[in-house]
C-alpha cells in the first residue's frame, strides 16, 4: 500500500509528464499538420508550456516531497526507481540557475543560425566563436551537475544515464580495432551488389500501404498509435496508448520510408511497451536514448536488412511494385546492404555508421576538456576521417560542419548512436538464444514473438534498471562490441564473399 507521501510525490511528478505529453502532441502538430502561419502562435505556447514544466520540475514542493519519500525508504523497486531518477532529474534541474539556462537559450539561437549559414557557405571561421562560447557554457553546466572522472560524464548523463565516457572510450575503442579491417575488406571484395536497383519508381501511395503494413505485422498498435509525413521523421510518444510516428517518402527511393518507418516502429513498440499502469513516471519510462535506439536499429537493420525477412516479405513487395518484378531475392538482400564509405552520417550505411560516431565522441570529449582547440576542429576532423574511413572530406560542409547537434548546444549525444547499435546486437543474440526457431519465424512474417520478448525482457521494465545493468540481465553480459562485429563479420562476409 503506497503511503501519502508516496501518493502526493507521484502525482507532481504525473504533472510533470503531462505538461511534457502536451509540449510533445504541440510539436509532433508543428513538424506534420500545422499550417504555415500558426508558427508563431505555436511558439507561444511551446515556451508557455515548457516553462510550466520546468517550473514543477524546479518546484521547491518537489523537492520536499521527494525528501519525504526518502525518508522513508520503501525497498519497493517501483517507488525505488521513481525516487531514484526523479532525485536525478530534479538535481539537475535546480542545480543549474535560470540565468545560465537562459544564456543557453539565447547562445544556441544565434549559435544554430550561424550554422546554418557557416555550412552553407562553408565556411567554418564564422561558425567558431560561436561554438566556442557553447562549449564554455557547457563546461559550467558539467561543474555545476558535478562528475567524478571528466566533465563530459555530466554532459552525457542527460542521454544515457551512468555511462562513464572512459568506459565508452574502451568499448569504442575495441570496435574501432574490429570495424576498420571490415570496412576494407568490404570495400576491396571480389563481389559488389548494384544498389542502382534501388531507385526504381515506387509510387508513395503504394509505399505508404507497404509500410503500415510491416509495421502492422511488428505490432504497432494503429488504436495506440499514429503514421504521419515529416521532413524529419520520428517518433514521439507521449503514453502508451498514444504513440506517433512519422517518415517520408521519395518515389525513386523506397527503401527511405521503408526502413525509415522500421526504424521509426521499433522506437514506438519502446513506447507501446511499456507499462501503462507506470505511465507518467520513470517505472513507465525508456531508460535512455541508446537503449531506444536499440529498438529501432535491431528492427530496422538486424531484422529489416536480413535475408530471412524478405524471404516472406520480397514477393509481396514484388506485387505491390511491378518495377521490382523482375529483381531477385539475392540482389534485392545485396543492394539494401550496400556498405560505402561516404562522407555523411546520416546517409551511411550500418557497417561505417558507428566510425562517424567515433570520430564524433573523439572530438567532442577532447574539445569539452580543451585538450582541443575549436580552430583545430576542421583539421582534426578530416585527419581522423581519413584514418578510419580513407577518406577526406573535400569541404566542411561535408565534414565538421555538417551535423546540427553542437550549434544546439547538444553535447555527449552522438556516442548513444552508436551504443544503439552495439546493444541491438547483443539483445537480438539473447533474442536468438531463447526463441531457437526466431529465423524461421522471421522468414514467415512471424514478427510477434520478437515484439513480446522485448517487450517482456526490455519494454515493460521501464527505467528499473540502468542501461548497462539491463543488458547484463537480458544478455549475461555486459556491453560489448563483439556482438556487433560478429553480426557484422557473418552477414558480410558471404555477401560480399571475402
Ligand atoms: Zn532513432
Not at 457 to 470: F, K, P, S, T
Request: glycine letters at 6%; one cysteine or more; charged letters at 25%.
Amino acid at each position: 500500500m503506497p503511503s501519502a507521501a508516496y501518493e502526493a510525490f507521484i502525482s507532481r511528478v504525473k504533472e510533470i509528464s503531462t505538461a511534457r505529453a502536451i509540449e510533445s502532441v504541440l510539436e509532433w502538430d508543428q513538424e506534420t499538420y500545422m499550417p504555415p502561419r500558426g508558427a508563431e502562435p505555436r511558439a507561444a505556447q511551446l515556451a508557455l508550456i515548457a516553462g510550466v514544466a520546468h517550473q514543477r520540475l524546479t518546484d521547491e514542493a518537489l523537492g520536499r516531497a521527494l525528501a519525504a519519500v526518502e525518508r522513508e525508504a520503501d525497498p519497493d523497486p517501483v517507488v525505488a526507481t521513481n525516487v531514484r531518477e526523479m532525485r536525478r532529474l530534479y538535481d539537475r534541474a535546480v542545480k543549474l540557475p535560470t540565468e545560465l539556462v537562459q544564456e543557453i537559450a539565447r547562445t544556441v539561437a544565434l549559435a544554430k543560425t550561424a550554422w546554418v549559414r557557416a555550412r552553407k557557405e562553408n565556411r567554418f571561421a564564422d561558425f567558431a566563436p560561436h561554438l566556442e562560447r557553447v562549449l564554455e557554457l557547457k563546461r559550467t553546466v558539467a561543474e555545476k551537475i558535478g562528475y567524478t572522472t571528466e566533465p563530459y560524464d555530466a554532459l552525457m548523463d542527460e542521454f544515457e544515464p551512468g555511462a562513464r565516457a572512459a568506459d565508452v572510450q574502451r568499448t569504442f575503442d575495441e570496435l574501432k580495432r574490429q570495424l576498420v579491417p571490415l570496412v576494407r575488406a568490404i570495400r576491396d571484395a571480389p563481389r559488389q551488389p548494384n544498389p542502382q536497383l534501388l531507385t526504381r519508381p515506387a509510387p508513395v501511395a503504394a509505399q505508404a500501404a507497404f509500410g503500415r503494413r510491416v509495421a502492422a505485422d511488428m505490432g504497432f498498435d494503429f488504436e495506440a498509435g499514429r503514421l504521419d509525413v515529416s521532413v524529419h521523421p520520428f517518433c514521439s510518444g507521449t503514453s502508451p496508448l498514444d504513440v506517433r510516428l512519422t517518415t517520408r517518402y521519395d518515389e525513386n527511393y523506397l527503401p527511405a520510408s521503408l526502413f525509415g518507418i522500421m526504424h521509426e516502429t521499433g522506437h514506438g513498440l519502446y513506447e507501446q511497451g511499456l507499462d501503462p499502469a507506470h505511465a507518467g513516471t520513470p517505472m513507465g519510462t525508456s531508460v535512455s536514448l541508446g537503449i531506444h535506439e536499440s529498438q529501432s536499429r535491431l528492427w530496422e537493420n538486424l531484422v529489416g536488412r536480413s535475408r530471412s525477412f524478405w524471404a516472406h516479405y520480397f514477393p509481396l513487395l514484388q506485387a505491390e511494385f511491378p518495377a521490382f518484378a523482375d529483381v531477385s531475392l539475392e540482389d534485392w538482400t545485396f543492394a539494401i546492404n550496400t556498405v560505402r564509405p561516404s562522407y555523411i552520417r546520416v546517409e551511411a550505411d550500418e557497417v561505417t555508421y558507428n566510425l562517424h560516431i567515433l570520430l564524433r565522441f573523439d572530438l567532442e570529449r577532447q574539445l569539452v576538456d580543451g585538450r582541443l582547440r575549436v580552430q583545430e576542429v576542421p583539421e582534426a576532423w578530416n585527419e581522423s576521417f581519413q584514418g578510419l574511413l580513407g577518406l577526406t572530406p573535400r569541404t566542411d560542409t561535408e565534414g565538421c560542419l555538417q551535423d546540427i547537434h553542437w550549434s544546439m548546444g547538444i553535447l555527449g549525444y552522438f556516442p548513444t548512436y552508436a551504443l544503439g547499435n552495439l546493444y541491438a546486437a547483443q539483445f537480438f543474440r539473447a533474442a536468438r538464444r531463447a526463441l531457437p526457431d526466431l529465423e524461421q519465424r522471421i522468414a514467415r512474417g512471424e514478427l510477434r514473438p520478437l515484439r513480446e520478448w522485448l517487450r517482456e525482457n526490455i519494454h515493460r521494465h521501464g527505467q528499473r534498471y540502468r542501461a548497462h545493468e539491463l543488458v547484463q540481465r537480458v544478455t549475461g553480459e555486459a556491453l560489448s562490441p563483439t556482438p556487433f562485429f560478429e553480426y557484422l563479420r557473418d552477414k558480410y562476409q558471404p555477401l560480399y564473399g571475402f
